[in-house]
Structures are given as structure tokens and as C-alpha cells.
């Protein structure tokens, strides 16, 4: 394995388990680029996380559901004026 595949996979049990499975096969590629892609995404996010974090914002790890009490979704946020006019 490159040092780049190494990397992508280093700490991850079912990727490497993955790999395994394909080494020395023309196959091998195939599951390493969506490894790529998901690390890479994952750094992505991390960094969009803490840049809102350090702006006083919560960041979720899940999206909660439909039913879930402990979040409110923003579309039922309303300011005191909206709450105050009459409604149509």
C-alpha cells in the first residue's frame, strides 16, 4: 500500500478490512477512492464545524429527526414581530 493509502485508512478497522480483501487485485482502486473522498469530506466539515463553533454556534453531529424535542428546526423560529401580526 501507498503511504497516501495508509493514511486514508490508518485508525479505520473496516476500511482496512476493506483493503485487504482487494489487495493485489485490479479491484484495489475502486475502494480507495471513495475512502479519499469521505476523508476528505470529514476534513471539510471539521473545519466548517470549528469556525462556526468559534462563533458561539452549536454544531450537531446528527440531524435530528422529525419528532426529535431537543432541537428546533429554524423554520419555526419566528421574531416578535411575526409572532405578534395576525396571520393571513
Avoid: C, N
Wanted: hydrophobic fraction near 30%; glycine fraction near 4%.
Amino acid at each position: 500500500m501507498t503511504d497516501s493509502v495508509v493514511h486514508i485508512i490508518d485508525g479505520d478497522d473496516e476500511a482496512q478490512a476493506e483493503l485487504i480483501k482487494v489487495a493485489g487485485t485490479d479491484q484495489f482502486d475502486h475502494p480507495v477512492d471513495p475512502l479519499r473522498a469521505e476523508r476528505e469530506d470529514r476534513r471539510r466539515h471539521d473545519e466548517a464545524a470549528a469556525a462556526f463553533a468559534a462563533k458561539g454556534y452549536t454544531v450537531l453531529e446528527r440531524r435530528p429527526g422529525w419528532s426529535d424535542k431537543e432541537y428546533i428546526p429554524t423554520h419555526h423560529l419566528k421574531t416578535r414581530r411575526e409572532r405578534t401580526s395576525p396571520t393571513r
